[in-house]
């Protein structure tokens, strides 16, 4: 596709089901971030993959999440036990390459609600 | 700890009128700027970036920002919005060396008939 896709565009869940977002990115980028953005705020880094190189976890809020990327291509962001303080859109981007000067093409994001 | 600061969270200004976004961020090393926006329902998508050279970038539409190292800034400024300029706008840094971006919270400019 032309863009970076995300999948579903909404979801709502009880609290303590677990949720699966996905991410298509563009194809060819290598690199790809997942970020929360909570109402209001900015945009928080979550994870980031680079080819097949280990992926850097540092901003995953908790063990109650997780992340895995095919290759070069989809990746699934996963949040087991959901909180409500979870409720947030999780926004997908890739880019080019490794070096951080690269533009990063976001997804519309899925918006996440916990109820 | 890195950080970036958008100093207003909310702009509003009238139609042709002059606007200035204030970005502001925690380390003078080296590093790459941008500026996003969000458009009403809509993605974010890349308005200007600074990577080396002159500090004075320019944008798509009208938009440009200046790098000023001394004080760790890198503001957005148009001379003249119209109503469609109505977003979020997201100032952003990612240290050279590194790819992890830092956003700042955001700043909603609000253009008025």
């Known amino acids: 596709g032309a863009g970076v896709s995300q999948s579903p565009s909404n979801k709502v869940t009880e609290k303590g089901k677990d949720v699966e977002l996905r991410c298509d990115p563009i194809s060819g980028h290598t690199a790809l971030y997942w970020y929360r953005q909570r109402l209001g705020q900015g945009l928080e880094f979550l994870i980031y993959f680079q080819g097949n190189s280990a992926p850097d976890k540092s901003g995953l809020p908790s063990d109650r999440f997780s992340a895995e990327r095919t290759g070069e291509s989809v990746s699934t962001l996963t949040i087991q036990r959901t909180q409500q303080e979870d409720s947030a859109v999780y926004l997908c981007a890739s880019s080019l390459g490794r070096i951080g000067s690269g533009e990063q093409y976001f997804g519309p994001g899925t918006r996440l609600t916990v109820t | 700890a890195q950080s970036v600061t958008q100093l207003d969270s909310q702009v509003p200004v009238f139609e042709e009128a002059p606007v200035e976004l204030r970005c502001n961020y925690s380390s003078s090393v080296s590093v790459y700027l941008f500026w996003y926006v969000q458009y009403p329902n809509q993605g974010l998508q890349l308005l200007l970036k600074?990577?080396?050279?002159?500090?004075l970038v320019k944008g798509i539409n009208g938009f440009e920002a200046e790098f000023n190292k001394s004080q760790t800034s890198f503001h957005l400024r148009k001379p003249s919005v119209h109503i469609s300029d109505t977003a979020e706008y997201f100032c952003?840094?990612?240290?050279?060396?590194?790819?992890?971006?830092?956003f700042g919270a955001g700043t909603r400019l609000f253009v008025k008939a």
């Open positions: 600074y990577l080396s050279g002159s500090t």
């Open positions: 952003a840094v990612t240290y050279t060396g590194g790819f992890k971006t830092i």
